[in-house]
T-cell receptor, first 113, second 118 residues
Framework: GENVEQHPSTLSVQEGDSAVIKCTYS??????FPWYKQELGKGPQLIID?????GEKKDQRIAVTLNKTAKHFSLHITETQPEDSAVYFC????????????FGRGTSLIVHP | GAVVSQHPSRVICKSGTSVKIECRSL??????MFWYRQFPKQSLMLMAT?????????EQGVEKDKFLINHASLTLSTLTVTSAHPEDSSFYIC??????????????FGEGSWLTVV
């Protein structure tokens, strides 16, 4: 089955700096890669996703890159703000309606004002 | 984006009683919903996959007679923790797959339910 590794487990940055979280996956058939943000005591919220037919996707301060050959994808947050502090989860899945996504173990991002 | 509603957000129950948690997809039909359990500062632990109109598929180690899952409609799945014990206290989260045309099978999470068994 699919195996998703996520690094780092904790990331501490100063406000305004950039943050990068990386994930690798094992199943070359995976073609859908969402990222979720989980604030304390709440459910994960989808913030951005990418499919294997594109290499990069951007939405304001966040971007995701995908390297299918190397089987890794990354989340980039620029100009970080204290409200970006949360746990971020990556996931990998085959795109069909019957597949279960595999999640990384999460990255706790702390943005210091 | 799509909304998944989970209720209740917090519940306290006595040991030995049962408690039901509801998960609703508000603006799309979800043929598949997932139930997770999350311990503090840990990742999401998949408990079971719930398919509309059929029996849930449980992950290894999850007691299906203790965690009853029902997915009776395309917008509602329920998790019932039966004969709850303090060790069942946890954060339970559901997610739903939007399998509609053009949706890309995107998965959205509910807000989570804190269960405390006293």
């Amino acid at each position: 089955g699919e195996n998703v590794e996520q690094h780092p487990s904790t990331l501490s940055v100063q406000e305004g700096d950039s943050a990068v979280i990386k994930c690798t996956y094992s199943d070359s058939a995976s073609n859908y890669f969402p990222w979720y943000k989980q604030e304390l005591g709440k459910g994960p919220q989808l913030i951005i996703d990418i499919r294997s037919n594109v290499g990069e996707k951007k939405d304001q301060r966040i971007a995701v890159t995908l390297n299918k050959t190397a089987k890794h994808f990354s989340l980039h947050i620029t100009e970080t703000q204290p409200e970006d502090s949360a746990v971020y989860f990556c996931a990998a899945s085959k795109g069909g309606g019957s597949y279960i996504p595999t999640f990384g173990r999460g990255t706790s991002l702390i943005v210091h004002p | 984006g799509a909304v998944v509603s989970q209720h209740p957000s917090r519940v306290i129950c006595k040991s030995g009683t049962s408690v039901k948690i509801e998960c609703r997809s508000l603006d799309f039909q979800a043929t598949t919903m997932f139930w997770y359990r999350q311990f503090p500062k840990q990742s999401l632990m998949l408990m079971a996959t719930s398919n509309e109109g059929s029996k849930a598929t449980y992950e290894q180690g999850v007691e299906k007679d203790k965690f009853l899952i029902n997915h009776a409609s395309l917008t509602l799945s329920t998790l019932t923790v039966t004969s709850a014990h303090p060790e069942d206290s946890s954060f339970y989260i559901c997610s739903a797959r939007n399998a509609g045309t053009g949706s890309g099978n995107t998965i959205y999470f509910g807000e989570g339910s804190w269960l405390t068994v006293v």
